[in-house]
């Protein structure tokens, strides 16, 4: 199957050669430095003028419409008059897209993580994409017994001869292979583990962990319940980010493991919920 581009300023249309027939696909899902931070920006305000971005980057009003128009095509953000604003507080965006995103970030976050899980350890590992970095990233651990809800992580697991993966019940759903149901639920109570590693859609500035399906939000709570030690893995761009669905508070999290440091106004909550705060370089 032949490919090719058409090259446009800031992303590129792949053309696919199919029957003799030329079919536009979606645009490339890469995002270079200041479009990744653009976005995070617009994700804790929840609006942002492109004049004052242009300002913040220094770079003119017509590169910043560029990577708004390029977020957009993403589904990443709505273009409003004069600026971008949040996509959608009860939807989240694509798994693929979700992959891609702060990949980089989110691997060393996971570095950071497998680190503090030791060898000879029972955990769940929720469904996201960054809790699949974490799995990937305890590929040379020894006898652990890993619970999870997320074919992806089990795929990977299952590599590693030194570790026994157990797979839960219920319902696979298809656009990121994750289970849940009320089976999963069932089943995950059946365990008592040393750690839980889950992710996050958006963290509120008063600590409240949010996300977007309820059936997800289900399972994550039966795995904090049935955890000695909680472990959340988020990117910075989940701070301040809205979503529908109350998971936790951040209480209930042993330790968070991100990319930089967290907003100064959570300080304080932090320090009341007694949660430990590690930062990946």
Known sequence: MLYTYLRFPTYRFPLRYDGGKIVKEAPMKTLNPRQQELLTQVQHAGFASVETLAKHFNVTHQTIRRDINHLAELQLLRRFHGGAGLPSSIENFAYNTRQTLFHEEKRRIAQLAAQHIPDHSSLFIDLGTTTEEVAKALSQHKDLRVITNNLNVAAVMCAN?????IVTGGVVRSRDRG?????TIDFIRQFKVDFGVIGISGIELDGTLLDFDYREVRVAEAIIEQSR????????SKFGRQALVRLADMAQISALFTDRPVPIEMATVFSEAKTAVYVAD
């Open 161 to 165: 001869p030194d570790c026994e993966v």
């Open 179 to 183: 289970v849940i149901g009320e089976s």
């Open 229 to 236: 030690k909680v472990f959340l893995v988020a990117d910075h």
